[in-house]
């Protein structure tokens, strides 16, 4: 057998401890290095997974036995970390979003075309055996012409969430609030299931938590090429939360996802195995976090991190692109920009 991927986690925050359990599941993966600015807390991180902490960036870009990196630093900062990784030609696993303006997002898909380097995004919802099912049935026509094509992240955090860490609910870390952080999620699904909107409507405000420079609820009407409409609500401020739900309608069909596990499944045409659908045998693994950060399952990390060292090893494009990450996070700043200049804005 070939040697595993050699692996190292810029970041050591929550989220990097899932990467690690992550990637000690994975035969074909090992990790090697783990880096952030905080001296203390890498080292402290490094005893607790078993691996050396990196004295610098340029350390793990000049080490040869790093070949992948997996970026969990605040949302503001991947461009900080992944930029010189892709630039040594090392493969980037970016958690969500890939950064927090479409200058830095650039910076990041550029430093991979320079470089050479695999860049992958963190969308795991994708992956689920729900969603598979549904991006199917569309792909399919079940649905017939659609009308209305919706997401919903009506979820709860509290104060503590917030002023736990130096960055969460702040514009430039965070890059926004229930929407860019919790809502991201959700937005990307919709947009792989129906495509991008054309054009939305959105308001926004801080209705429970005070302490934040950012939204923590926001509603958008979204209009999409083919004419037919949609609702994007996101919410940290609805207790106790309820889980992420995904509908779509048409004039053949309605269908809803809550965290992978399909709800509804109605289609004037009938074919073998709908009942099944509804039995949900394989859907509801990847999801969660509806109140509690912590509370989501690994799996969806793993697939993704088991995917990058197959496609480093194989030569081959990740399941979700950079290229792919990007684009939930247009339609996320049209958001934005409309609530506010309280104008629609045309997403680019």
């Not at 809502?183 to 991008?196: E, K, P, R, T, Y």
């Amino acid at each position: 057998m070939s040697q595993p991927i050699g692996f190292a986690i810029i970041g050591t925050g929550m989220i990097a401890e899932f990467h690690a359990q992550a990637i000690a599941q994975i035969p074909e993966a090992k990790l090697i290095a783990v880096f952030s600015r905080d001296s203390k807390k890498c080292a402290d991180f490094a005893q607790k997974v078993g691996v050396k902490a990196a004295e610098s960036l340029a350390d793990l870009a000049q080490d040869p036995l790093i070949q992948a990196v997996c970026i969990t630093t605040p949302s503001g900062a991947h461009a900080e970390g992944a930029v010189p990784m892709l630039e040594a030609g090392k493969a980037v696993l970016c958690e969500k979003p890939l950064e927090v303006s479409l200058a830095a997002v650039d910076r990041i898909l550029h430093a991979a075309q320079q470089g050479g380097g695999i860049l992958a995004g963190v969308f795991q919802n994708r992956l689920g055996r729900g969603a598979q099912l549904l991006k199917a049935a569309i792909e399919a026509g079940r649905f017939g012409r659609l009308s209305l094509s919706s997401a919903y992240i009506k979820w709860w955090r509290s104060d503590a969430y917030y002023t736990s860490s130096n960055w969460k609910g702040t514009w430039r870390l965070d890059g926004g609030g229930a929407l860019m952080n919790q809502g991201i999620h959700a937005v990307d699904l919709l947009q792989w299931l129906v495509g991008l909107p054309k054009r939305v409507g959105a308001f926004a405000a801080t209705r429970a938590h005070g302490m934040i420079e950012t939204e923590d609820t926001l509603s958008a009407t979204l209009q999409f090429p083919d004419g037919s409409l949609g609702v994007i609500e996101a919410a940290t401020s609805s207790f106790p939360g309820s889980d992420l739900r995904i509908e779509i309608t048409g004039d053949k069909g309605s269908a809803a996802l809550v965290n992978d596990k399909i709800v509804r499944w109605d289609f004037a045409e009938a074919h073998p195995g709908d009942e099944a659908v509804l039995l949900n045998g394989e859907g509801g693994k990847i999801g969660g976090g509806t109140a509690d950060p912590k509370a989501i399952s690994v799996e969806g990390h793993r697939r993704l991190i088991e995917d990058l060292a197959l496609a480093i090893r194989d030569k081959r494009a990740p399941m979700i692109p950079g290229a792919e990450a990007r684009r939930a996070i247009t339609l996320i700043l049209a958001c934005y920009e409309s609530a506010r200049t309280g104008t629609f804005v045309d997403v680019l």
